[in-house]
């Protein structure tokens, strides 16, 4: 079922509302007068992406920003401890999480009550539908797991994804520029604008640079450190027998630092991708970004298409600088991303690539 979600025709499906979304959001970050800290704004957008475009809720911006509040506290509080006591971080969690499936309650009950006006099938309409043809039609409490499973997969990941993606692209200039190079010579971008109609989940396949950008990106920034396995058959490994039934850690950070087939590990390198280069055909697992085997990760394409598109709108609609003097150093866990703020200044760029001088600049500007 929810490899139908992450489906082919499924993404053609999404990939307008994520492109509307993501617009909406740096208009937002190029109108605000001052810097913004990517990291926390990149947390809102992708919560905003899972709410209105993978479970297609017609949430108000206020009962948005209400439940966005919610599910930070409950995933600030994932990790505590199990001590059910008050003021603790896992009865804070414990709140949070019961006041969060009240609010997907509500939304799923007035969703499955309008219907009218619908213009494509979500992930959510997918659950539904699935659970019926099947013969196993979902209980309410199956809904609110499943459709808190969906926020959280898409959440933390991607938003750590973003920040690191807008770092990269603001350490390395080049690498923006040869991406938008690549959007001109595909007829994506004329004169500085995404042409209407123009994104296609097949286009986007076919820009090889974009492409290897993301996935350098995720070679050096992981979002996550690594993953379980359960140990299906006694086997050894390098002289150590690895019992039946044992649980197992593979680390996906390591494996890329250590994986002989990476030249200069620690350089931010999109063309070590390229068609000439054979760095990622050379071996199996030693590029797994999402995990690897029958278990990766279901939701993988979905990601990706959101970063491509992430990454075609910022080289279209932005120009953006840093803020601050230096950049912040990386946090590895529990996802990577910046110890202090990431703090980022966008600027509005018009059809011709020209910033977009507000009311206000064009007065200061003014001769006199």
């Not at 001590?83 to 007035?110: C, H, M, N, W």
């Amino acid at each position: 079922v929810f490899s139908k979600i992450f489906s082919h025709e499924a993404l053609e499906t999404y990939l307008p509302k994520i492109q509307l979304v993501i617009q909406d959001t740096l208009r937002v970050w190029s109108s605000h007068p001052g810097s913004i800290s990517v990291y926390c704004e990149a947390q809102k957008l992708t919560f905003r992406m899972a709410i209105r475009v993978l479970l297609g809720f017609r949430l108000s911006d206020e009962e948005l920003n209400h439940l966005f509040q919610v599910f930070q506290q409950f995933v600030e509080n994932v990790f505590s401890l199990p001590v059910d006591l008050p003021f603790s971080g896992y009865r804070r969690g414990i709140r949070a999480r019961e006041t969060l499936l009240k609010g997907l309650e509500k939304a799923i009950q007035e969703k499955l009550q309008n219907t009218q006006g619908k213009d494509y099938t979500d992930a959510l309409d997918v659950l539904i539908e699935s659970g019926k043809e099947h013969g196993n039609e979902l209980t309410m409490q199956e809904l609110k797991d499943a459709t808190l499973e969906l926020i959280f997969a898409a959440y933390a990941t991607t938003a750590s994804a973003s920040t690191s993606l807008i770092m990269q692209l603001l350490k390395h200039p080049a690498v923006l520029e040869k991406l938008r190079e690549e959007l001109r010579g595909n007829g994506i971008l004329h004169n500085g604008c995404v042409c209407e109609g123009a994104l296609r989940v097949d286009t986007i396949s076919s820009l090889h640079y974009l492409d290897c950008v993301i996935k350098e990106l995720l070679r050096l920034f992981t979002p996550i450190s690594g993953g379980y396995r359960t140990v299906l058959q006694t086997f050894e490994l390098d002289g150590f027998q690895i019992p039946k039934g044992w649980s197992v850690l593979y680390s996906i950070r390591d494996t890329h630092d250590t994986a002989p087939v990476f030249k200069n590990v620690d350089v931010f390198d999109p063309d070590r991708f390229g068609q000439d280069r054979t760095e990622d055909k050379d071996g199996r697992f030693h590029y797994l970004p999402f995990g690897g085997g029958v278990r990766n990760c279901l939701g993988k394409q979905l990601a990706k298409l959101f970063l491509k598109t992430l990454a075609i709108e910022l080289a279209s609609m932005s120009r953006f600088e840093l803020a601050t003097r230096t950049f912040p150093k990386i946090m590895p866990v529990p996802v990577v991303h910046p110890a202090g703020e990431l703090k980022v200044r966008f600027y509005g760029l018009d059809s011709n690539q020209n910033e977009i001088v507000t009311e206000t600049d064009a007065i200061l500007g003014a001769t006199v």
